[in-house]
Structures are given as structure tokens and as C-alpha cells.
């Protein structure tokens, strides 16, 4: 007659329920570390190797370093992040070039003939006001997350302040209000642009990069969170 298999002891089941425990605190712990550093390597991998692929093929070939690794090294080798820097380059030539009085003239020139056609001179004023907004020394723009009373009183959400309501909106509401830009979630580049009262909003604290990831993560990620917060018992 066989002899009834032998049940492990509860002490025994529990200390392998505590490694198989400890064991997946540890790879979540792992996939906390390792996933956010591969994903933010990967975008800058593909910024940059997207930059380059418009950038590197506008080079003349005497200037490109690419054909010199080719022609003494026999080595196909493309140079990362070179598109890059010519691009930043240039960039940086064309502000010094349009801060002398031709390089002020030449722009005023393009300008007035952008005037001349309907559908882009609005979008080129749209998009350089935007820039000249957003680049300002002076400017505030998102630079503080605010609380507002959205959809309805008594529920709140983050909202960033843009600038104070000027103009005809302003005389219209005949009330200091701000310009606050609500983002939705998880995707914080679409939103909605509200008018509100300073006296109906409530200013944060924590800076604003706190609160995109707030919003970004569904109130998951809270301000302060770090791998110190997680329990490997």
C-alpha cells in the first residue's frame, strides 16, 4: 500500500511564501529602476538619430566627418549626435546674425511677405508669440500649478497658470482673473484654457515638474516619491 504523500510543514510553506515575496519586491523594485533610465535612453536615442537622419545628408561631404572615417578608416561609421550639433550651430549663427541691423532688416522683410498670404501669416504670429511667451526672462508662463474648482464646485484638479486675462476678456469680466491652462491625463499637451478668478484658485507649492508627473501618472506619482518608499520585506 503506498505510503500518503507528506504535507510540507506551515513553516516551511511560509518561508517560501516570504522569498517568493521578497523575490518580486525585488523585480518590481528592478523594473522601478531599470524602465524609466531604458525609456528616457531610447527618446534621446530617437530624437538624436532623427535629428541626424535630417541634418547629416544637408552637409557637404568635405565637411562631413562621416566621409573621412569612410576614405582613411574604411569604416562606415555615421558620428551620432552630429546633426545635432550642427543644428545647434546653427541656431546659435542665425540669432547673432539677426541681432545686427541686416539680419533686423532681412527679417522684417520676410515678415511682410509672410503678411501677404492668409492662413500662414496667422499661424506664424500665433507660433512666434507663443515662443516669445515662453522664452521670456521675465515670462511666468507655467511656471506655477494652481488648483481650480473643475468640472464643478467641490472637485478640484491642477492647472497651471499661463498669465493674468488682459484686454477684452478682462474689461469683459470686469475681474482680476488668470489665464490657466488645464491639462487632461495622461496626456498633458491637450487641455482646456480657462478664465478664472485669482480669489477662486488655490497655489501650489510643489513646483511644476511635481505636478506634470501627477498629472502624467493619474495621481499614481505622488510629489516626493523615490525608490526609498518601497517595502522589500
Request: aromatic share 10%; charged share 15%; proline share 8%.
Given at each position: 500500500?503506498?505510503?500518503?504523500?507528506?504535507?510540507?510543514?506551515?513553516?516551511?510553506?511560509?518561508?517560501?511564501?516570504?522569498?517568493?515575496?521578497?523575490?518580486?519586491?525585488?523585480?518590481?523594485?528592478?523594473?522601478?529602476?531599470?524602465?524609466?533610465?531604458?525609456?528616457?535612453?531610447?527618446?534621446?536615442?530617437?530624437?538624436?538619430?532623427?535629428?541626424?537622419?535630417?541634418?547629416?545628408?544637408?552637409?557637404?561631404?568635405?565637411?562631413?566627418?562621416?566621409?573621412?572615417?569612410?576614405?582613411?578608416?574604411?569604416?562606415?561609421?555615421?558620428l551620432p549626435g552630429l546633426?545635432?550639433?550642427?543644428?545647434?550651430?546653427?541656431?546659435?549663427?542665425?540669432?547673432?546674425?539677426?541681432?545686427?541691423?541686416?539680419?533686423?532688416?532681412?527679417?522684417?522683410?520676410?515678415?511682410?511677405?509672410?503678411?501677404?498670404?492668409?492662413?500662414?501669416?496667422?499661424?506664424?504670429?500665433?507660433?512666434?508669440?507663443?515662443?516669445?511667451?515662453?522664452?521670456?526672462?521675465?515670462?511666468?508662463?507655467?511656471?506655477?500649478?494652481?488648483?481650480?474648482?473643475?468640472?464643478?464646485?467641490?472637485?478640484?484638479?491642477?492647472?497651471?497658470?499661463?498669465?493674468?486675462?488682459?484686454?477684452?476678456?478682462?474689461?469683459?469680466?470686469?475681474?482680476?482673473?488668470?489665464?490657466?491652462?488645464?491639462?487632461?491625463?495622461?496626456?498633458?499637451?491637450?487641455?482646456?484654457?480657462?478664465?478664472?478668478?485669482?480669489?477662486?484658485?488655490?497655489?501650489?507649492?510643489?513646483?511644476?515638474?511635481?505636478?506634470?508627473?501627477?498629472?502624467?501618472?493619474?495621481?499614481?506619482?505622488?510629489?516626493?516619491?523615490?525608490?526609498?518608499?518601497?517595502?522589500?520585506?
Amino acid at each position: 500500500m503506498p505510503e500518503p504523500e507528506k504535507t510540507p510543514a506551515p513553516s516551511e510553506q511560509t518561508s517560501k511564501l516570504g522569498i517568493f515575496a521578497r523575490l518580486r519586491a525585488y523585480f518590481f523594485a528592478g523594473v522601478l529602476v531599470t524602465a524609466p533610465i531604458a525609456i528616457t535612453i531610447a527618446l534621446a536615442v530617437w530624437i538624436i538619430g532623427y535629428i541626424d537622419d535630417q541634418i547629416v545628408p544637408l552637409i557637404p561631404q568635405r565637411y562631413n566627418p562621416d566621409t573621412y572615417f569612410q576614405q582613411y578608416l574604411g569604416v562606415d561609421f555615421g558620428l551620432p549626435g552630429l546633426g545635432v550639433l550642427v543644428l545647434i550651430l546653427a541656431i546659435t549663427l542665425i540669432g547673432a546674425f539677426t541681432a545686427g541691423l541686416v539680419g533686423r532688416w532681412i527679417v522684417r522683410f520676410g515678415e511682410k511677405l509672410l503678411d501677404r498670404m492668409p492662413i500662414i501669416r496667422s499661424l506664424y504670429k500665433l507660433t512666434k508669440q507663443i515662443f516669445q511667451t515662453v522664452l521670456q526672462n521675465q515670462s511666468n508662463a507655467f511656471r506655477q500649478a494652481v488648483l481650480v474648482e473643475y468640472p464643478r464646485p467641490g472637485l478640484w484638479a491642477i492647472a497651471f497658470v499661463t498669465a493674468e486675462t488682459q484686454g477684452e476678456l478682462h474689461e469683459l469680466l470686469q475681474r482680476d482673473t488668470v489665464n490657466v491652462f488645464l491639462p487632461t491625463t495622461p496626456n498633458p499637451t491637450s487641455g482646456f484654457l480657462l478664465f478664472v478668478p485669482k480669489e477662486d484658485i488655490k497655489i501650489l507649492n510643489m513646483p511644476v515638474e511635481d505636478a506634470v508627473k501627477l498629472v502624467i501618472s493619474a495621481g499614481i506619482v505622488h510629489p516626493g516619491d523615490d525608490l526609498a518608499g518601497i517595502d522589500l520585506k
